[in-house]
Every structure is written in C-alpha cells, then in structure tokens.
C-alpha cells in the first residue's frame, strides 16, 4: 500500500533532488577538468624528467620510463565522485515516519532546552 504524500512534500523532494543532481554534475565537471588540467601537468613533467615519451610505466628512474603516480590522485577522485553518486541518485527519500520521529526528537530537545 502506497504512502499518501502532500502536495507540498513532493514539491520538497522534488526541489532536493533536483539540487542534489545539479551538485553532482558540478562535482563531475570539477573532478573531470581537475584530473585533465592534473594529467598535462603530469605528461609535460614526466616528459621531461624521462627524456621523451615513455617505453614503460615504472617508479623507479630508468630512461624514457615514466612514473605513474597519476593513477593514485585519478583513483581518489573517482572513488569521491562515485559516492557523491551515491548519495545523489542512490539513497531513498526520509520516509514521512522517519521525518515524524525526527520531529518529535527537535521538539523534545526544544523542551528540554
């Protein structure tokens, strides 16, 4: 059996949802000119700290082998913007019992106060 929501409280989530997916698309775009800007600036080091383009992917320092220490930044970003994600698109909205009791706890605080 379906829950009846007032007019007013869909309007509220509608307006949450609709702030939350923005946010996130601003996440998005940031992460993704922050690891593009971060990805020249690692080519145009790693070019010239190895001599030319790379024969491998290596930490240590032997000639033409770059340094791949991009992928730890471009992996902490990623795993950011997937639970920005999460939050955005995958969680369910408060149910009109969880916001009673919420309700009730503020106005027990007031009281006491």
Not at 15 to 31: C, E, G, P, W, Y
Not at 40 to 51: C, F, Q
Request: proline share 4%.
């Amino acid at each position: 059996m379906t829950e009846h929501v007032p007019e007013d409280r869909l309007r509220s989530l509608a307006l949450d949802r609709i702030r939350r997916r923005r946010n996130f698309r601003v996440h998005l775009a940031a992460h993704l000119l922050g690891s593009l800007f971060l990805i020249v600036v690692w080519a145009i080091t790693e070019y010239n700290n190895a001599g030319g383009w790379p024969t491998g992917f290596r930490t240590g320092r032997m000639n033409h082998d770059w340094d791949p220490w991009i992928i730890y930044p471009l992996i902490g970003g990623t795993i950011a913007v997937a639970v920005h994600a999460w939050i955005a698109f995958g969680r369910e909205p408060a149910t009109e019992a969880e916001v009673e009791r919420e309700i009730e706890r503020l106005r027990a605080e007031r009281v006491s106060a």
